[in-house]
Protein backbone atom coordinates (compact mmCIF):
# COMPACT_ATOMS: atom_id res chain seq x y z
CA UNK A 1 0.00 0.00 0.00
CA UNK A 2 2.72 2.52 -1.15
CA UNK A 3 2.21 6.02 -2.80
CA UNK A 4 0.88 4.49 -5.89
CA UNK A 5 -1.97 3.15 -4.32
CA UNK A 6 -2.84 5.99 -2.26
CA UNK A 7 -2.67 8.14 -5.73
CA UNK A 8 -4.75 5.25 -7.61
CA UNK A 9 -7.80 5.50 -4.97
CA UNK A 10 -7.46 9.70 -4.71
CA UNK A 11 -8.15 9.46 -8.44
CA UNK A 12 -11.85 7.42 -7.57
CA UNK A 13 -14.53 10.06 -8.01
CA UNK A 14 -17.94 9.82 -6.80
CA UNK A 15 -20.96 9.93 -8.97
CA UNK A 16 -21.56 13.95 -8.83
CA UNK A 17 -17.90 14.64 -9.23
CA UNK A 18 -17.59 12.33 -12.35
CA UNK A 19 -21.68 14.23 -13.83
CA UNK A 20 -19.81 17.36 -13.70
CA UNK A 21 -16.66 16.47 -15.72
CA UNK A 22 -18.87 15.09 -18.07
CA UNK A 23 -21.64 18.42 -17.41
CA UNK A 24 -24.35 15.43 -17.18
CA UNK A 25 -26.29 14.73 -14.11
CA UNK A 26 -25.92 12.01 -12.04
CA UNK A 27 -29.30 10.47 -12.66
CA UNK A 28 -27.92 10.21 -16.80
CA UNK A 29 -24.83 8.49 -15.40
CA UNK A 30 -27.01 6.09 -13.29
CA UNK A 31 -29.17 5.41 -16.42
CA UNK A 32 -26.02 4.26 -18.50
CA UNK A 33 -25.31 1.83 -15.56
CA UNK A 34 -28.48 0.54 -15.10
CA UNK A 35 -29.16 0.14 -18.83
CA UNK A 36 -25.47 -0.51 -20.39
CA UNK A 37 -26.39 2.27 -23.06
CA UNK A 38 -22.37 3.75 -22.65
CA UNK A 39 -19.03 1.76 -22.03
CA UNK A 40 -17.85 3.95 -19.14
CA UNK A 41 -16.60 1.52 -16.35
CA UNK A 42 -17.41 2.24 -12.72
CA UNK A 43 -16.29 0.61 -9.38
CA UNK A 44 -18.87 -0.68 -6.51
CA UNK A 45 -17.80 0.30 -3.29
CA UNK A 46 -20.49 -1.53 -1.06
CA UNK A 47 -23.35 0.41 -2.11
CA UNK A 48 -21.02 3.55 -3.39
CA UNK A 49 -20.33 3.82 -7.14
CA UNK A 50 -16.79 5.46 -8.02
CA UNK A 51 -15.25 5.95 -11.86
CA UNK A 52 -11.76 6.54 -12.25
CA UNK A 53 -10.78 9.61 -13.29
CA UNK A 54 -8.70 8.21 -16.19
CA UNK A 55 -11.89 6.31 -17.12
CA UNK A 56 -13.68 9.44 -17.60
CA UNK A 57 -10.35 10.64 -19.38
CA UNK A 58 -10.71 8.00 -21.96
CA UNK A 59 -14.41 8.41 -22.42
CA UNK A 60 -13.98 11.88 -23.39
CA UNK A 61 -11.13 11.30 -25.64
CA UNK A 62 -13.17 8.46 -26.95
CA UNK A 63 -15.89 9.99 -27.70
CA UNK A 64 -14.67 13.10 -28.82
CA UNK A 65 -16.02 13.77 -32.68
CA UNK A 66 -14.82 15.73 -35.53
CA UNK A 67 -17.85 18.60 -36.93
CA UNK A 68 -18.67 17.89 -40.14
CA UNK A 69 -17.81 14.46 -40.71
CA UNK A 70 -20.58 12.25 -41.21
CA UNK A 71 -21.19 9.73 -38.43
CA UNK A 72 -20.24 6.40 -40.01
CA UNK A 73 -16.78 7.94 -40.95
CA UNK A 74 -16.26 8.62 -37.77
CA UNK A 75 -17.09 5.22 -36.20
CA UNK A 76 -14.67 3.72 -39.23
CA UNK A 77 -11.63 5.85 -38.41
Known sequence: MGIDHAERISALLTEIQA???????P????????HGRVDLPFVR?????RYRRSDITNFIEHNTKQAGAP????EQA
Open 27 to 34: ATLASWRL
Open 71 to 74: RFEQ
Open 45 to 49: VGRCI
Open 19 to 25: ARLLCIQ
